[in-house]
């Protein structure tokens, strides 16, 4: 084979490697759709209904194909990833198991970063970037909570009541009414010695 040619060759094995390794990428891309969401590709979250025995793990393990079955938090929580099994197949298969609560997709959550509310640039404690606020003067960038890098870790929980201690506030305000926790019936709780009711 004459220089030339071998260098042809040379050149056409390696681009047909080079789309072979990005094809086979592309089809183990680590992520899958379920449900319009995105989720890792073959990863479900299993919560046990009691604390597992050894047993009960690896009847999980099987039943999944897992290549991993890892205990993630305290709570009975195990992340699941099948070498076999696409996400819906996975809850189904799982779903079964009268050891698991509840499977879930490990579903794939980014923060949004600053929100779209139109009056977030007038709050100038929130998120200060020097910006004039009501006609006023520049404010001091970086005077202020952090509440965007405080939102990069957590929104917070509808499951979590926070008790504000103040004169009042006006609960049908757009951005308190949909947040604004309402007892569904009448409670009592004890202070000290005293004990209060509150309505519903």
């Known amino acids: 084979m004459r220089p030339t040619a071998r ?27 379920v449900d319009g969401h995105r989720a890792r590709r073959g990863e479900v979250i299993v919560r046990y209904r009691t604390a597992p025995t050894a047993d009960q793990v690896l009847n ?10 890892r205990k993630i938090t305290r709570q009975d929580h195990w992340r699941v990833k099948s070498r076999s099994q ?47 606020v009501n006609g006023g003067t520049a404010g001091t960038a970086g005077a202020d909570i952090d509440a965007v890098s405080a939102w990069d870790v957590t929104k917070g929980s509808r499951s979590v009541v926070v008790a504000v201690l103040d004169s009042g506030l006006d609960y049908t305000h757009p951005d308190l009414a949909a947040n ?13 010695s005293q004990t209060v009711t509150c309505p519903a």
């Open 7 to 33: 260098k042809a060759l040379a050149v056409a094995l390696s681009a047909a490697g080079c789309l072979l390794a990005a094809s086979t990428g592309f089809a183990q891309s680590d992520e899958e759709v």
């Open 60 to 69: 999980v393990t099987l039943q999944a194909d897992a290549e991993s079955n």
């Open 86 to 132: 696409n996400v819906p197949t996975l809850m189904a298969n799982l779903a079964s198991n009268p050891d698991v609560d509840y499977v879930e997709p490990n579903y794939i959550v980014t923060a949004e970063g600053v929100p779209t509310d139109t009056a977030f640039a007038l709050q100038w404690g929130s998120y200060n970037t020097g910006q004039s």
């Open 180 to 192: 604004v926790w309402s007892a569904p019936s009448a409670f009592t709780v004890t202070i000290g």
